[in-house]
């Protein structure tokens, strides 16, 4: 399983843009990397994911490095709302199936 | 966005009785559906990988007797935990991949389990 290393934890100004990292330098070429965010108590929720080329969605932007070896996860205009953990994870497949290899992630908290 | 559910959202028990904890996927067909359990302060570990049909995939070191996963259909993965311990008590989540759709997991609200 290739892993990931993230920041323990970031603070942001409400307002403006997020920017989380993760390395991940050990990626196989066919594994891809997903966003995943916990808020206290509920569920993960799903954000992003991609192989090598740049997404965006609406809620956030992922970009990878050519070398694919560390990825940044942007939410453009961060909210309260955006505050909790969330993780980098490079997938894992084992016998078709998906698992998900939760690392300790990153506490974002938002700042009015 | 997919729905899945769990039931219940919490439940407290006595030490030695069984839980059993639901996994519903609302508006799309799952085949297979994950387990995890995560507790406080601490990320969620993969306990178990549920197969419509089959048995159960349990990760090492969970104890597949302790923890019975039934995937009856392809919208319900139950998650039984047996005789259950002080422990045991913790955020038990569970995910399923849409058939029709891309990899995504989508993650249910989490079942809160207190054993006193």
């Known amino acids: 399983d290739a892993k990931t290393t993230q920041p323990t934890s970031m603070d942001c100004a409400e307002g403006r843009a997020a920017n989380l990292p993760c390395n991940h330098s050990?990626?196989?070429?066919?594994?891809?990397v997903y966003w995943y965010r916990q808020i206290h108590s509920q569920g993960p929720q799903y954000i992003i994911h991609g192989l090598k080329n740049n997404e965006t969605n609406e809620m956030a932007s992922l970009i990878i490095t050519e070398d694919r070896k560390s990825s940044t996860l942007i939410l453009p205009h961060a909210t309260l709302r955006d505050t909790a953990v969330y993780y980098c994870?490079?997938?894992?497949?084992?016998?078709?199936?998906?698992?998900?290899?939760f690392g300790t992630g990153t506490r974002l908290t938002i700042i009015p | 966005g997919a729905v899945v559910s769990q039931h219940p959202s919490w439940v407290i028990c006595k030490s030695g009785t069984s839980v059993k904890i639901e996994c519903r996927s609302l508006d799309f067909q799952a085949t297979t559906m994950f387990w995890y359990r995560q507790f406080p302060k601490q990320s969620l570990m993969l306990m178990a990988t549920?197969?419509?049909?089959?048995?159960?995939?349990?990760e090492q070191g969970v104890e597949k007797d302790k923890f019975l996963i039934n995937h009856a259909s392809l919208t319900l993965s139950t998650l039984t935990v047996t005789s259950a311990h002080p422990e045991d008590s913790s955020f038990y989540i569970c995910?399923?991949?849409?058939?029709?759709?891309?990899?995504?997991?989508?993650f249910g609200p989490g079942t809160r389990l207190t054993v006193t």
């Open positions: 995910s399923a991949r849409d058939l029709q759709g891309s990899y995504e997991q989508y």
């Open positions: 994870i490079v997938r894992v497949s084992i016998f078709g199936n998906e698992k998900l290899t």
């Open positions: 549920s197969n419509e049909g089959s048995k159960a995939t349990y």
């Open positions: 050990t990626i196989s070429g066919n594994e891809y």
